[in-house]
């Protein structure tokens, strides 16, 4: 089984919908993130999590929100979905103790209409 | 803000060849990081390099980090069809600064090896 999951896999939604996309981990780390990924620019943070209780803005968090529901649990929200948010968004965790090794789930292929 | 230069874009070559793929920034990361992704999947770590001036090898890929700690580069030798793909380097900033637990990903080079 994989350590960290994503769903969906790929999701096609209307402009002004409001969608969630969810993150699922089995290692056991306390750091989670979201990217989101677009050709020619390599992955660019949305938000992190350090632990439960700690949520934080990334470099391009506008028009997008986090919860951490626990401490595996890490979910990104649209609130109302716009065409440029269509992207690869992708979410990752890592331990401190493993020198900011990020490790990534499959991804979810994201398309706004 | 951190920035990473990564180049070239785009590689495409025959089987055999060699190439290198290079990283840079103005600014110093306490360490780099290379992953390499394939399509339908997410980045995987092939290597990280910590100190200034350090060489990794991982069979036909050599990975250093520069001197003064801003820059990095990936040579593959005798490349194969194997290797096609995304590669990203991504730097990590200073403990105790505002980059830290964070990674900084460069653009990205896709690699095209052609039999």
């Known amino acids: 089984d994989a350590d960290v999951t994503q769903t969906p896999r790929n999701r096609i939604t209307k402009t002004g919908k409001r969608i969630m996309l969810e993150c699922s981990q089995t290692?056991?780390?306390?750091?989670m993130y979201w990217y989101r990924q677009d050709p020619g620019l390599g992955l660019r943070l949305i938000y992190y999590?350090?632990?439960?209780?700690?949520?934080n803005k990334g470099e391009i968090s506008d028009g997008y929100s986090v919860s951490r529901q626990a401490q595996a649990k890490f979910s990104l929200s649209l609130e109302s979905a716009i065409p440029n948010q269509t992207a690869l968004y992708f979410c990752?965790?890592?331990?401190?103790?493993?020198?900011?090794?990020?490790?990534f789930g499959p991804g979810t292929r994201l398309l706004v209409l | 803000t951190q920035l990473l230069e990564q180049s070239p874009q785009f590689l495409s070559i025959q089987e055999g060849e060699n190439l290198t793929v290079y990283c840079n920034s103005s600014?110093?990361?306490?360490?780099l990081q290379w992953y390499r992704q394939e399509p339908g999947e997410g980045p995987v770590l092939l290597v990280t390099?910590?100190?200034?001036?350090e060489v990794k090898k991982l069979k036909r890929l050599t990975f250093q980090f520069g001197d003064a700690r801003k820059d990095s580069s990936l040579h593959i030798t005798a490349a194969q069809p194997g290797d096609t793909g995304l590669y990203l380097c991504?730097?990590?900033?200073?403990?105790?600064?505002?980059?830290?637990?964070?990674?900084?990903f460069g653009q990205g080079t896709i690699l095209t090896v052609h039999p």
């Open positions: 290692k056991g780390h306390d750091r």
């Open positions: 390099v910590v100190t200034g001036g």
């Open positions: 600014s110093v990361f306490s360490s």
């Open positions: 991504a730097g990590s900033g200073n403990a105790g600064g505002t980059s830290y637990g964070k990674l900084t």
């Open positions: 999590s350090f632990d439960v209780k700690d949520i």
């Open positions: 990752a965790t890592s331990d401190t103790r493993l020198l900011e090794t990020q490790y």
